[in-house]
């Protein structure tokens, strides 16, 4: 975990913050990265890819944007994002045809986080390929950011919604609409999350998923954005930790509920 409000980590910084990480864990036979893709460019995700193929090499065997459902990446956007990281590594999240249901979230457990709300399982789907035990390290890539539907963006998201299915991303929007995204928003602990943190414990606890999480905010001086943080981990704690830091620096908190924004 490094970064506050007032920190910029430098793209030489978060190189040897990452080999320090890589280096703790042990040699890797083969690496999948999961990054964002396009429409979350300013996530820094780009550049910690490159880094982490120019740590890996021939390691890292497969690139898989989380799109959700959004469309495939061209080829100019995984340039221009990218880097130097090879086209030939890079796989489409079929969100149609590639998915597994590995569990289903009980409808108990649905009604009680929601409060009564709602009374519907929760199908915890990903991409079959995170399912290959052939990978010995899953890196899950993206930016804690303030979002609508789950309260903060990224951690166990980046795998349920970036390269899940329709049934399961559709009822986790559901879920956080009929809760209420004001109550949600911002927060790291909220409905939809709890229902992910129970798939992740109880469904794919053994799979080798390491979550490379950044906090960016905007410089209005320059306007340019500044990489504040980055926390590096495989739990909720280091999920929280990146929430809090995003939660100083993305939110602008008023003493009462405003009519409008």
Request: proline fraction near 7%.
């Amino acid at each position: 975990a490094r970064g506050s409000k007032t920190d910029v980590l430098t793209p030489q910084e978060v190189r040897q913050i990452l080999k320090d990480v890589f280096d703790g864990m042990g040699p890797r036979r083969r690496v999948l990265a999961l990054p964002p893709d396009y429409t979350r460019l300013n996530s820094y995700a780009g550049p910690i890819t490159e880094m982490v193929y120019d740590y890996f090499g021939e390691r890292l065997t497969d690139v898989m944007p989380a799109l959700g459902t959004h469309t495939p990446m061209t080829p100019e956007q995984i340039s221009a994002m990218f880097g130097h990281v090879p086209s030939s590594l890079f796989r489409v999240h079929d969100w149609r045809n590639d998915v597994v249901t590995v569990g289903e979230v009980p409808s108990e457990y649905v009604r009680e986080v929601s409060e009564g709300r709602l009374d519907f399982t929760w199908p915890a789907q990903v991409n079959k390929l995170l399912l290959d035990p052939s990978f010995d390290l899953i890196l899950s890539i993206g930016q804690v950011v303030p979002h609508e539907v789950i309260g903060m963006a990224n951690y166990t998201k980046n795998i349920f919604v970036g390269v899940g299915g329709s049934a399961g991303i559709n009822r986790s929007h559901y879920l956080g609409a009929t809760y209420g995204m004001e109550r949600i928003m911002g927060r790291a602990k909220s409905p939809v999350r709890d229902v992910m943190e129970y798939a992740r414990k109880n469904f794919i606890p053994q799979l080798p998923i390491v979550y490379v999480q950044t906090v960016l905010a905007k410089n209005y001086e320059t306007g340019q954005m500044e990489l504040k943080g980055l926390f590096i981990g495989d739990d909720f704690e280091c999920f929280q930790k990146a929430a809090d830091l995003s939660l100083e620096t993305n939110f602008i908190m008023v003493e009462k509920p405003i009519q409008k924004c």
